[in-house]
């Protein structure tokens, strides 16, 4: 073939490897795209796909979960155990813990006592979760049990700004005091502002201090109230369109 022929081939794929350079970069910048996080003693994931391997993993297989676990540090404050087949957490879990997430624990069966300083749960996709502990850490503030086995939730924290427990299909027992609902963001107390019970049995039957408003919409749509989109960088209000993600 005539050299230009290969000349042109070359070009086309120097471009091809700039432009695939440059759509990195631009991911890799985004605000909204979630990058993996190595390891500290304040950070420790066991997730496997958002989890930094170590430079021997490869050759000797991942870490024993167990193991970790039973040797947490002390100054711990975020753990994620998602995507693992754990079955429960051993206590006491760090004291100065802030988020945990075991979100698709699919094995998981029932969580015990909690330290207090937990500000976050995230027990998404933990289809055997049967039961939480009866009573929740009161920094808790965000709570999402999403397509569990749970029956029944125990009394929430004062403190708690939102809920998302949509498709436990078998829960139907709430507590009837609730936190004070926030309805609008402006609004000068209250700290519940995201009540999401689509696709479960208490959804029609909710009762309580809310206001009467937010029980009807919670019969009506199963969701009431409002959060932070954080893909659209915008408030998302229940019952509304989704506000467009924003890529910057």
Known sequence: MPAIFWSIVLLLFTVAGFLLMWLYLQVSDSRFITKKRRNTRRYVCLNPHWRVKGMFEWF????????VLANLPVELEELD?????????????PAGLKILSARDCRNLKTVRPLPDSIEALDFWGCEKLEQLPASLPSALRELFVVGTALRSLPKLP???QELDARCSRQLAVLHCEWPEFRQMP???????HWLNLC??????????NLPAAVINQIREEGVAGWRINKLAGAYQ???EL??????L
């Not at 000797?60 to 193991?67: M, S």
């Not at 155990?81 to 879990?93: H, Y």
């Not at 402006?186 to 519940?192: H, M, N, Q, V």
């Not at 696709?199 to 309580?208: E, F, K, V």
């Open 186 to 192: 402006f609004s000068p107390s209250g700290s519940l």
């Open 199 to 208: 696709n479960t049995p208490a959804a029609a039957t909710i009762t309580g």
């Open 81 to 93: 155990v998602g995507n693992s087949d754990i079955e429960d957490f051993p206590a006491p879990l």
């Open 242 to 247: 989704m506000p467009r993600p924003v890529f």
């Open 237 to 239: 209000y229940a019952g």
């Open 158 to 160: 004062a403190n708690l």
């Open 60 to 67: 000797v297989g991942p870490p024993n979960i167990q193991r």
